[in-house]
């Protein structure tokens, strides 16, 4: 099993940039798939990016393609994810999740995630 905390989260400007951090413990962090999701208010949780155990596959919403680059590095047990150009359509609570996996192969599906990070808030301002 593993544990996962996300940080970076905050107040930015639209067209600003942010980037988060999910750190992983307990458990060996190069055989998980990692996914950031995002959740606003009276939405259902949706999937922003994804990337595969070694971090060469990734996957991304249509929504932030070009402008989110998600990232891992598994010396550090650690997934990031760049935010650029930010809108308040942006503005979230985004969450890091984590799936055990046998393949390289990136999880979108937020059912099939088994681990779950508290959330950190993020907003973007006008």
């Known amino acids: 099993q593993v544990q996962l905390v996300e940080f970076g989260g905050g107040l930015v400007q639209a067209g600003g940039s942010l980037r988060l951090s999910c750190a992983a413990s307990?458990?060996?962090?190069?055989?998980?798939?990692m996914g950031w999701f995002r959740q606003a208010p009276g939405k259902e949780r949706e999937f922003v990016g994804g990337?595969?155990?070694?971090?060469?596959?990734?996957y991304y919403s249509d929504s932030v393609k070009g402008r989110f680059t998600i990232s891992r590095d598994n010396a550090k047990n650690t997934v990031y994810l760049q935010m650029n150009s930010l809108n308040p359509e942006d503005t979230a609570v985004y969450y890091c999740?984590?799936?055990?996996?046998?393949?390289?192969?990136?999880?979108?599906?937020?059912?099939?995630?088994?681990?779950w990070g508290q959330g950190t808030q993020v907003t973007v301002s006008s």
């Open positions: 999740a984590a799936r055990l996996m046998l393949s390289i192969e990136v999880v979108v599906s937020t059912k099939e995630y088994n681990y």
């Open positions: 307990g458990g060996t962090f190069s055989l998980y798939a």
């Open positions: 990337i595969g155990r070694t971090g060469g596959r990734t």
